[in-house]
């Protein structure tokens, strides 16, 4: 499945600055070998390749390679188990770059 983010009224990703990031996209995929992988996506135009651009694709590639399922659970809540595989990926794709890049994300 894949879901179009709306900016400032639904999912965001909080990086090291006071503004959020709103993925523009986000997507749910199956992997060749049937583990599932969550792929957020931000575009940007190239004329936008500026230093804010820099900081959201710091932030999505550090959340890419940091990410980890929170194994904790609060007492009085459900758990909820990820014990499947499912991997988070989140990038940011210049428009000029989006036909060469978007397939490798969605692969």
Request: net charge negative; no cysteine.
């Given at each position: 499945w894949w879901h179009r983010n709306v900016a400032r009224a639904?999912?965001?990703v909080q990086g090291w600055r006071r503004a959020k990031i709103y993925p523009d996209f986000i997507f749910a995929l199956q992997r060749k070998?049937?583990?599932?992988?969550?792929?957020?996506?931000?575009?940007?135009?190239?004329?936008?390749?500026?230093?804010?651009?820099?900081y959201k694709r710091d932030v999505l590639n550090f959340m890419s390679q940091?990410?980890?399922?929170?194994?904790?659970?609060?007492?009085?809540?459900?758990?909820?188990v990820q014990k499947n595989?499912?991997?988070?990926?989140?990038?940011l794709i210049l428009?000029?770059?989006w036909k060469a890049k978007l397939p490798g994300y969605l692969s």
């Open positions: 639904q999912y965001a070998d049937g583990s599932p992988r969550i792929t957020l996506l931000e575009t940007k135009g190239d004329q936008l390749d500026n230093l804010d651009t820099a940091n990410f980890a399922w929170d194994e904790t659970v609060p007492a009085g809540t459900l758990e909820l595989g499912e991997t988070v990926e989140a990038a428009m000029s770059e």
